[in-house]
Structures are given as C-alpha cells and as structure tokens.
C-alpha cells in the first residue's frame, strides 16, 4: 500500500488533487491510503511553498496547481 500526503489548506484544488490521487490508483488497480496535511507548518516543513502539493511514500513529487493525471499515475506506479 503507498502512502499519498496531499498537502494544502483544503481549498478546491487539494481536494481535486485528493480525489485525483484516487482516481489514478484505481485505475491502476493499487492500493492507496490519502492524507490531507493542512497544517501550515508541516505544509512547510514538508517543502511545499505552492499547494497543493503531493509526496507518495515521504517523497514530494510535485508542488504547485494540479498534477497532470499521467504524471500522478506514473508516481503512483513507481
């Protein structure tokens, strides 16, 4: 199972890139647990300067605007 953080402060955009991390696991047939972080100071302590922002097993690997639904399956995938 992997561990998705989305981080931001719960605007539309972090819920949508919630809600696509789900997406994205399903259609890959993975299991996924998703955490929402929307406490400012782990949201920074994270690294994440632009939300939302997304860490797949304690790596960040993207920050800022949407994630494109390719790149979140290919994370998911690694």
């Known amino acids: ?4 953080k989305v981080y931001g402060p719960g605007c539309k955009r972090c819920e949508a890139t919630a809600e696509m991390v789900k997406s994205a696991a399903a259609k890959l047939g993975l299991d996924v647990e998703v955490e929402k972080v929307t406490d400012p100071r782990e949201i920074v302590q994270a ?32």
């Not at 199972?1 to 998705?4: F, L």
């Not at 993207?62 to 998911?76: C, F, I, N, V």
């Open 47 to 78: 690294g994440v300067m632009s939300t939302p922002g997304v860490a797949i097993d304690g790596k960040l690997v993207h920050a800022g605007g949407l994630p494109e639904a390719s790149k979140l399956e290919g994370w998911l995938a690694a």
């Open 1 to 4: 199972m992997k561990h998705v």
